[in-house]
Nanobody
Framework: QVQLVESGGGLVQPGGSLRLACVAS????????VAWFRQAPGKEREGVSC?????YYADSVEGRFTMRKDNYRNILYLLMDNLEPEDTAVYFC????????????????????WGQGIQVTVSS
């Protein structure tokens, strides 16, 4: 059974950095795409980035967030720099067990498997 577990969240000041990790079980990241989503209070869950054969980023995080994959440990990292209060949200990793990010990857309905989420708070 596919399991995704996020870690690395916390409280950071504006302009700071955090690294989130998504550890995958029963899902080889060498072969399957994984996405990051986030959900702020009172808002819809939105796609942040997706890594398959190609990397995709939402406009709101382009140039500040980067994904890196550790193939040996089967972990996908989300490196977040220059964080803003608007980045405050619960962050989730997700997969649809496909090689490529789906068309419309920013739509949560495209993904079947989800982690439990991790809180990121950007505040002074």
């Amino acid at each position: 059974q596919v399991q995704l577990v996020e870690s690395g969240g916390g409280l950071v000041q504006p302009g700071g950095s955090l690294r989130l990790a998504c550890v995958a079980s029963e899902l080889d990241l060498n072969w399957y795409a994984v996405a990051w989503f986030r959900q702020a209070p009172g808002k819809e869950r939105e796609g942040v980035s997706c890594m398959g054969n190609i990397q995709y980023y939402a406009d709101s995080v382009e140039g500040r967030f980067t994904m890196r994959k550790d193939n040996y440990r089967n972990i996908l990292y989300l490196l977040m720099d220059n964080l803003e209060p608007e980045d405050t949200a619960v962050y989730f990793c997700a997969s649809n067990r496909a090689a490529s990010c789906p068309r419309g990857w920013q739509n949560k309905s495209q993904f079947r498997y989800w982690g439990q989420g991790i809180q990121v708070t950007v505040s002074s």
